[in-house]
């Protein structure tokens, strides 16, 4: 379509100024957020056991795992790119009988409909998974259960670590929406955006968060305010 034919079709108007429009700044906004970050994904790509064969049978490149080093070397100075080479090349050549031998389930955490189905029926609930033996969290299971995370693969260990922190994979990006979902459900417009970060957090590091002295908190909360120590001491 020529740039000054005139639409007089409003649905094709429509979709010509604003859908196409949209799509194509989001489409851009996603490439250039992204390809920013390409190499980091590609030496992150090399920690999923299904490209153990290729590293088995090919050598890195020179250039492998640069990225991810530099992100490591902040946490341990021992994180070079030949150290995470080494071990990385020695884990694939041993993950076929690593991985045979009896690996645990695990524990996740996701937010579920109720039956009606409806945002208020939504809740956390604790699920227990059988090991895939085929994905980066396998692999950091199989490293935590025969203890090889401080000796033998330590930077590895280091490197899976940081690759499950990051939520890179749809399922990690659509469980945390899910949580924060959760929450906002339950305390809909009572949030404000800093109290929702927090909200979030808690919800999130329940673990952390079950572990706190409850007396510290309150004397902590007691401080803030004349008020507020009244009320709680």
């Not at 020529?2 to 949209?22: F, G, K, P, T």
């Not at 090399?46 to 991810?68: E, G, M, S, W």
């Not at 590895?156 to 899910?178: D, I, M, N, P, W």
Request: with cysteine; aromatic share 8%.
């Amino acid at each position: 379509m020529a740039q000054d034919e005139a639409l007089s079709d409003a649905l094709r108007a429509y979709e010509v100024n604003v859908h196409h429009s949209i799509l194509d700044t989001a489409s851009e906004a996603i490439h250039r957020r992204f390809m920013t970050h390409g190499t980091l994904f590609a030496d992150l790509a090399c920690l999923v056991p299904r490209n153990f064969d290729n590293i088995k049978t090919t050598d890195l490149p020179h250039n492998a795992l640069q990225d991810l080093s530099k992100c490591l070397v902040k946490f341990d100075s021992r994180a070079t790119v030949e150290n995470l080479q080494s071990e990385l090349k020695n884990f694939a050549g041993q993950w076929d009988r690593l991985k045979a031998s009896h690996m645990e389930e695990y524990n996740t955490r996701t937010v579920e409909d109720g039956s009606a189905g409806e945002e208020q029926e939504t809740d956390i609930v604790n699920k227990s998974c059988a090991s895939c033996r085929n994905c980066p969290l396998c692999c950091f299971q199989v490293l935590r259960q025969f203890n090889m995370l401080s000796d033998a693969y330590h930077i590895l260990g280091l490197a899976y670590k940081y690759l499950l922190t990051l939520s890179l994979t749809q399922v990690a990006c659509e469980r945390t929406f899910s949580t924060l979902k959760f929450i906002k459900s339950r305390l809909r417009s009572t949030l404000f955006g800093d109290k929702l970060e927090t909200f979030l957090l808690m919800a999130t590091e329940k673990d952390v968060l079950m572990g706190l002295d409850s007396d510290m908190i309150i004397d902590r909360v007691a401080e803030k305010s004349e008020l507020m120590r009244k009320l709680l001491l």
